[in-house]
């Protein structure tokens, strides 16, 4: 397979990462009986920076993170902290500190003992100890709650305390599993926040895990995306959010349209998509080649559309004779669902205003820098995947 589609082996980096990642994960796979739970899995990070997995339950995340942070053993493959092959080295050697899905709070201790547990663990004495917990506390804003029980705490102050235990080690990497899909959907937006600012604050690498592309968007500096137990892509939110290089990526992370076209006047790094009379002229992302007369996918997001009276002509733009099917009024923007040539397009207006909605028959506007091309897996591909 070549380099850069779906499913290929190379490691997807963040340029320059590969000379200073700080974490490398290098061909990994995880068996679990027969079956792979992590497949072949290659990536780097570099030092300082919010590193995302995100993906579908079950895609592997959660087996990923536990094989950096040392309790599982991976088949194949190595992991390596700064240039350091480190598969040998037991959890509490790695420098890396986890926080779990579900907290795995200790019920019988208080929040305090809970915070002090691993250096207690490490031997640090009674005093120094007490100093460490009592600045974590402060830190992750729990000063004053050192004597309660988990039991007595909100779910977002348990939360806290697990970042707070993980944290009082100093890890020089702090993996992260879905630390805020226990709470509802207000906190987890406003601590969402305070994730990246305690990142920024500490200048730590994080490895966060989420099956939420929202919070992985915003949150990231980088972001690999996981399918089967694969990386299906990784790079910047907004190269996976505008580029994707898969329909399952495209889809994953937002609303988008799909629609099927033919690749004509392929001349090195650009061809011109063909569908119904239109012709929309689309770069072609690195690594991706496409062949004369081939069928892909024009990729547009619906706010990267614009709807203008029926016959409206702008220039730089192609304009598609429509008809509105339906909308729905979002708060934010109108969801617009418009017939061409008998395929439905989603349109988002932003700021839609009062009384100013369209009906009937429209022109839908396409800036063709806005579209981007999705080559589909061949079967040959699917059966080998
Ligand atoms: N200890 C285990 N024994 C057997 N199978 C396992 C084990 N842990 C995970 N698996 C399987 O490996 C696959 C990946 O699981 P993993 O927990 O890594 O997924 P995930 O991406 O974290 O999912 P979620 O978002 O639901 O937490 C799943 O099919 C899961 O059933
Ligand atoms: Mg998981």
Redesign the pocket.
């Known amino acids: 397979m070549a380099d850069g589609q779906p499913g290929s082996s190379a490691p997807e980096v963040l340029p320059g990462a590969a000379e200073t990642a700080h974490l490398r994960v290098d061909n990994v796979t995880k068996r679990?009986g027969a079956?792979k739970?992590v497949d072949n899995v290659s990536f780097a990070i570099p030092r300082g920076a919010f590193a995302t997995l995100l993906?579908p339950?079950?895609?592997?995340?959660?087996?990923t993170l536990r094989m950096i942070a040392g309790f599982y053993d991976p088949d194949e493959g190595d992991i390596v902290l700064s240039g350091k092959r480190i598969n040998q080295l037991p959890a509490h050697r790695r420098g890396t500190a986890m926080v779990f899905?579900d907290y795995a709070l200790f019920p019988h201790m208080t929040v305090k003992d809970n915070v002090g547990y691993g250096l207690r663990v490490a031997g640090v004495p009674g005093k120094e100890r007490e100093r460490r917990v009592a600045e974590t506390l402060e830190f992750v804003g729990l000063g004053g709650l050192g004597h309660r029980w988990p039991n007595q705490l909100s779910g977002g102050q348990q939360q806290r305390v697990a970042v707070g235990r993980a944290l009082v080690v100093r890890p020089q990497i702090l993996l992260l599993d879905?630390p805020l899909s226990n709470l509802d959907a207000k906190l987890r937006e406003s601590l969402r926040w305070e994730m990246r600012e305690l990142q920024q604050q500490l200048r730590m690498t994080f490895i966060y895990?989420t099956?939420d592309q929202d919070e992985a968007l915003s949150l990231s500096d980088w972001i690999a995306v996981m399918n089967q137990g694969r990386v299906e892509q990784a790079g910047t939110p907004w190269e996976i959010y505008y580029r994707p290089r898969t329909e399952f990526l495209a889809d994953f992370v937002g609303a988008v349209n799909l629609v099927p076209a033919i690749a004509r006047d392929v001349r090195g790094a650009t061809a011109v998509l063909a569908f119904g009379g239109a012709r929309v002229p689309v770069g072609l992302p690195p690594g991706v080649s496409v062949r004369e007369d081939q069928e892909v996918r024009l990729s547009v997001r619906p706010e990267s559309l614009w709807l203008a009276s029926a016959g409206a002509t702008a220039q730089g733009m192609i304009s598609l004779a429509g008809t509105v099917a339906r909308r729905a009024f979002l708060g934010d923007i109108m969801r617009y669902w418009i017939n061409v040539d008998g395929r439905e397009w989603i349109v988002d207006q932003a700021d839609p205003g009062a009384g100013v909605a369209f009906e009937g028959s429209v022109s839908l506007m396409l800036r063709p820098e806005r579209a981007h091309v999705i080559v589909p897996a061949t079967p040959a591909e699917l059966s080998s995947g």
């Not at 339950?57 to 087996?63: A, E, I, N, Q, R």
């Open positions: 679990f079956a739970a993906g339950s079950g895609c592997g995340k959660t087996t899905q879905e895990v099956h």
